[in-house]
């Protein structure tokens, strides 16, 4: 299939309950346009997965949508709340928290210091209540600190709460950032490439915890280059390519797609969705 005969059908925008919405992103870098138009809706309570050849522009989205990036043009809205443009702290107070690609190492802090950075805004925040609610502040630096403790105990890496966070190892930086992204209660978590570079049994962990907060509601949008793992976690499934939505769909419909073959087969990908290769 050429290029000209490549139909993008598009994400399905029509869902009942909606966390996030991204409707006509542009972006562009120089004379790179990363984003052409790009436009996804997540329900809440899913697993929703975005999948696409090197170069589709799922990094991109992901910075638009979290503040990163200013969008040329388009919307982004976090529950109903438009967000466009705003900053990732302001993003993250209307319930959008990410993680990255390659999670960032706190110099100087210990895992229990880097966890109690991701809790929600707090009274001791601000220096008055500091002198005025000495209690209040207290109570919730308790709160906040046995909130950290149970997720990494659930996330089977308490043992490590007085490390340095600079010396871990790259897989469990990750379940360090997801547990600390999980401390403020997000409305949507999103994932950024959550088993790069981890061990298989390690990446089997990781799709379990994923599967046991969704089942207690956690919605989730996840990039992930290790096609199987996606396959096997997330409906539905968004395909990029070329800075569109090429389609949406269950991982079967994904997988067998001739667009979404075409697409990897183009971005010299290797091999079909599905069959292992580096997306």
């Known amino acids: 299939m050429s290029e000209r005969e490549m139909v993008y059908e598009g994400a399905n925008m029509a869902k009942a309950d909606v966390?996030?919405?991204?409707?006509?992103?542009?972006?562009?870098?120089?004379?790179?346009?990363?984003?052409?138009d790009a436009s996804f809706a997540v329900e809440r309570g899913s697993i929703t997965g975005m999948v696409g050849p090197n170069g589709a522009g799922k990094s991109t989205l992901f910075n638009l949508v979290s503040g990163f990036y200013t969008p040329d043009g388009g919307s982004v809205s976090v529950n109903d709340t438009d967000v466009t443009g705003k900053p990732p702290h302001d993003v993250a107070r209307e319930g959008l928290i990410r993680t990255f690609q390659t999670p960032r190492k706190l110099e100087g802090m210990t895992v229990r210091e880097a966890m109690m950075v991701?809790?929600?805004?707090?009274?001791?925040?601000s220096i008055l209540p500091l002198f005025l609610s000495p209690s209040t502040v207290t109570s919730e630096e308790r709160a906040n600190l046995d909130r950290a403790e149970q997720l990494l105990e659930r996330f089977e890496i308490a043992?490590?709460?007085?490390?340095?966070?600079?010396?871990?190892?790259?897989?469990?930086?990750?379940?360090?950032?997801?547990?600390?992204?999980i401390t403020t209660d997000p409305d949507i978590l999103l994932l950024d490439e959550p088993v790069a570079g981890v061990n298989p049994t390690l990446a089997n962990d990781i799709k379990r915890f994923i599967r046991e907060l969704n089942e207690e509601g956690q919605t989730f949008?996840?990039?992930?280059?290790?096609?199987?793992?996606?396959?096997?976690?997330?409906?539905p499934i968004i395909v990029l390519d070329q800075g569109r939505v090429l389609m949406e769909g269950t991982p079967e419909e994904v997988r067998t797609d001739q667009r979404v073959i075409d697409a990897y087969l183009?971005?010299?990908?290797?091999?079909?969705?599905?069959?292992?290769?580096?997306?």
Request: glycine content about 18%.
């Open 19 to 36: 966390v996030l919405r991204a409707k006509d992103l542009r972006k562009s870098f120089g004379g790179l346009v990363a984003t052409d």
């Open 266 to 279: 183009g971005g010299a990908e290797g091999g079909r969705p599905g069959s292992g290769g580096d997306e």
């Open 221 to 235: 949008l996840i990039i992930e280059h290790d096609m199987p793992f996606i396959m096997d976690l997330a409906e």
């Open 159 to 181: 043992h490590l709460i007085d490390e340095p966070s600079t010396d871990l190892s790259g897989g469990q930086l990750k379940l360090v950032e997801l547990a600390r992204g």
């Open 118 to 125: 991701g809790a929600t805004p707090q009274t001791g925040e």
